[in-house]
């Protein structure tokens, strides 16, 4: 993803060895995304300054709480209030409820581009949004809002759809977000299946990452930061060598890699 200014988190579910994840330190990838408990652990044991995002949208008590005290995890996703009392519960202490959380509220957005969709599995619906929102914000240091367009997104018309959902749903709630996160999806050429116009792996690419950026611009002015998380193609071709230097015996392929927010920032999340 050479072509895509920002920042992608790597996604372990994609490939958990402890060795891949040091080589992809070592290569400048600080952030990760994590999708359990399990997952955290590995991460903060063979990175522990490695940035961690726990971006499943339903997670135990207990792993929101061992996250958040023993591994330093300040970043969680949810698509409910019920999630959003449990992630405030779990990481209080003594009555006293954490003032360092980013929270992420992923929407459910328009997956009709993408040949599997993820639309009904994860995501508020649009008439939760508003009061998921501006609770979220009471609670959180900084507000994020992410989505996933699905899988195999064949057109970048999906990404430029999603964020005329964020700029709505920011506009009715009247929060601030300081965080965007763009979800993943970009599509690889497999056989039967081409993305619209498709092209070279870096091209198709590089036209998904302006198309993401030309919706940033539009719903938000041009102040804002793209993240994003390219597929196991990209990932593979943009990091191949430096795996091929440490790995001998195995071929590694990377996969979703995703994203979070510096400050201000718009990320992107793999799950």
Not at 11 to 32: D, F, R
Not at 170 to 194: L, N, Q
Not at 242 to 249: G, H, I, K, L, N
């Amino acid at each position: 993803m050479d072509k895509f200014p920002g920042r992608s988190l790597y996604a372990v579910k994609a490939n958990p060895s402890p060795s891949l994840l040091q080589i992809l330190w070592e290569e400048g990838v600080t952030h990760y995304d994590v999708a359990s408990i399990g997952e955290v652990r590995l991460v903060h044991e063979t990175l522990p300054e490695a940035v961690l995002c726990f971006m499943h949208p339903v997670k135990a008590a207990e792993a929101i709480a061992e996250a958040y005290f023993e591994h330093g995890v300040k970043t969680f996703s949810l698509d409910t209030l019920e999630e959003l009392e449990k992630i405030v519960e779990a990481t209080s202490k003594d009555g006293a409820a954490a003032t360092d959380l980013n929270l992420l509220v992923r929407l459910q957005v328009n997956n009709e581009h993408a040949k599997l969709s993820l639309g009904a599995k994860f995501g508020a619906q649009a008439e939760d949004v508003k009061a998921l929102l501006f609770a979220a914000r009471q609670a959180s240091d900084a507000l994020g809002i992410c989505f996933h367009v699905g899988s195999q997104a064949m057109s970048p018309a999906a990404y430029a759809e999603a964020m005329g959902r964020v700029r709505d749903a920011i506009v009715e709630a009247a929060v601030t977000v300081d965080i965007v996160d763009v979800g993943g999806g970009f599509p690889s050429t497999y056989p039967g299946m081409e993305p619209r116009r498709s092209r070279p792996i870096s091209t198709s690419s590089t036209r998904r990452s302006k198309r993401c950026q030309s919706a940033i611009r539009r719903s938000f002015g041009a102040s804002r930061a793209v993240r994003c998380a390219p597929n196991m193609r990209a990932c593979w071709s943009a990091s191949k060598s430096a795996v091929a230097a440490s790995c001998t015996s195995t071929t590694v392929p990377m996969a979703p890699c995703s994203t979070r927010r510096t400050s201000a920032g718009v990320t992107r999340s793999g799950s």
